[in-house]
């Protein structure tokens, strides 16, 4: 799968995320949010900082989604072709495993915001970060071309958060 991240209001604290998703044959297709995290062996309840959740078909044809658990969702008739979910995610918890958006940084945790195919685990993962060009990204995951880093898996996409970093506001200590 493939996603884009942006943050067109960082004020707000709300990432625009995009995930596309190529269909290959008709039928029902869910979409999941963990609810674990790498390394701290604990249950979390991340969708609730999910807002907005649509999909559509390529040309914009809206695809009923609903919800079948607290953090998985259903198409209950994929067409075959490209399929985007479009949603945004509350980033407003300021620790190493959660998500912040601010005018200076963008700190996201895979695990609490990308919705995946679980049918998918071992495909790759591509995420194409929109920001602007005096912002750094530091993250495990390499960058295989201008700002779109790649995943091996979906494990290796969990376990890798990011941080970008607006160099213009950072200040230097010396």
């Known amino acids: 799968m493939k996603y884009i991240v942006k943050t067109p ?16 044959e008709h039928g029902p297709i869910e979409f999941q949010l963990p609810s674990w995290r790498p390394g701290r062996y604990e249950l979390g309840n991340f969708a609730k900082n999910l807002r907005g959740l649509i999909a559509t078909t390529e040309s914009g044809t809206e695809l009923p989604i609903h919800k079948i658990n607290k953090d998985r969702w259903r198409i209950d008739e994929a067409p075959v072709g490209k399929i985007i979910l479009q ?36 495909e790759p993962y591509f995420l194409h970060l929109q920001i602007p060009s005096d912002y750094q990204i530091a993250c495990s995951l390499p960058e295989i071309e201008n700002n779109i880093l790649r995943a091996e898996n979906l494990d290796e996409l969990l376990d890798a958060p990011f941080l970008l970093l607006n160099l213009c506001n950072i200040a230097v200590i010396r």
């Not at 209001?9 to 290959?24: G, M, T, W, Y």
């Open 87 to 122: 949603y945004e995610y509350y980033a407003a918890q300021p620790d190493a495993g959660a998500c912040w958006l601010d005018n200076d940084f963008l700190y996201l945790n895979p695990v609490h915001c990308i919705l995946y195919d679980p049918i998918e685990a071992n």
């Open 9 to 24: 209001v960082p004020q707000s604290r709300f990432v625009f995320i995009e995930a596309h998703k190529e269909v290959k």
